[in-house]
T-cell receptor, first 114, second 111 residues
Framework: AAGVIQSPRHLIKEKRETATLKCYPIPRHDTVYWYQQGPGQDPQFLISFYEKMQSDKGSIPDRFSAQQFSDYHSELNMSSLELGDSALYFC?????????????FGPGTRLTVL | GESVGLHLPTLSVQEGDNSIINCAYSNSASDYFIWYKQESGKGPQFIIDIRSNMDKRQGQRVTVLLNKTVKHLSLQIAATQPGDSAVYFCAEKKAGTALIFGKGTTLSVSS
């Protein structure tokens, strides 16, 4: 079965650079979530989209922005990168935004900021 | 083996034992609860879920128990195998919001 696809899988950036992470949801899934997971930490919700509109916002820094496109893929744009942004970034997708719509996670993008 | 009561970060069991991982959730308004398994360097993998109007749900070798009175969730894994070694997260959700993850428990299975 098709899963969530994330690219790139690994990314190394310098401080103050920008990065763009991409997420391709499972076919027919219209809801996308972004999470950040620091080393040894639980995933923290950043932002979500339903039908190309932002549906919820978590602890996403103002330096980050995201959007969902007409084909339902999503991109997380990160600017003025800081050392503390080094983390695993996961995208999850679900069939809809309801509580009981299971979120399926992608393999993640490991971002390292030097 | 069991991570008794409130969350313990690690649980070590022997192959073939039953494992119980506990989790305390925070929001009494949450109406949906999920257990995820995360292997090193991979994304969380859905294991089993339960709605707030249930107190028990069984899957293949796994059972989730929900006690809303004390806001407690547990995952039972029967006949634990080395392939079950991973970090296990509970997560809670209510309508219109994203998942809130609990602290993970690292399960180590020795053969």
């Amino acid at each position: 079965a098709a899963g969530v696809i994330q690219s790139p899988r690994h990314l190394i950036k310098e401080k103050r650079e920008t990065a763009t992470l991409k997420c391709y949801p499972i076919p027919r899934h219209d809801t996308v979530y972004w999470y950040q997971q620091g080393p040894g930490q639980d995933p923290q919700f950043l932002i979500s989209f339903y039908e190309k509109m932002q549906s919820d916002k978590g602890s996403i820094p103002d330096r980050f922005s995201a959007q969902q496109f007409s084909d339902y893929h999503s991109e997380l744009n990160m600017s003025s990168l800081e050392l503390g942004d080094s983390a695993l970034y996961f995208c999850a997708s679900s069939l809809g935004p309801a509580s009981t719509d299971t979120q399926y996670f992608g393999p993640g993008t490991r971002l390292t900021v030097l | 083996g069991e991570s008794v009561g409130l969350h313990l970060p690690t649980l070590s069991v022997q192959e073939g034992d039953n494992s119980i991982i506990n989790c305390a959730y925070s929001n009494s308004a949450s109406d949906y609860f999920i257990w995820y398994k995360q292997e090193s360097g991979k994304g969380p993998q859905f294991i089993i879920d339960i709605r707030s109007n249930m107190d028990k749900r069984q899957g293949q070798r796994v059972t989730v128990l929900l006690n809303k009175t004390v806001k407690h969730l547990s995952l039972q894994i029967a006949a634990t195998q080395p392939g079950d070694s991973a970090v296990y997260f509970c997560a809670e959700k209510k309508a219109g919001t994203a998942l809130i993850f609990g602290k993970g428990t690292t399960l180590s299975v020795s053969s």
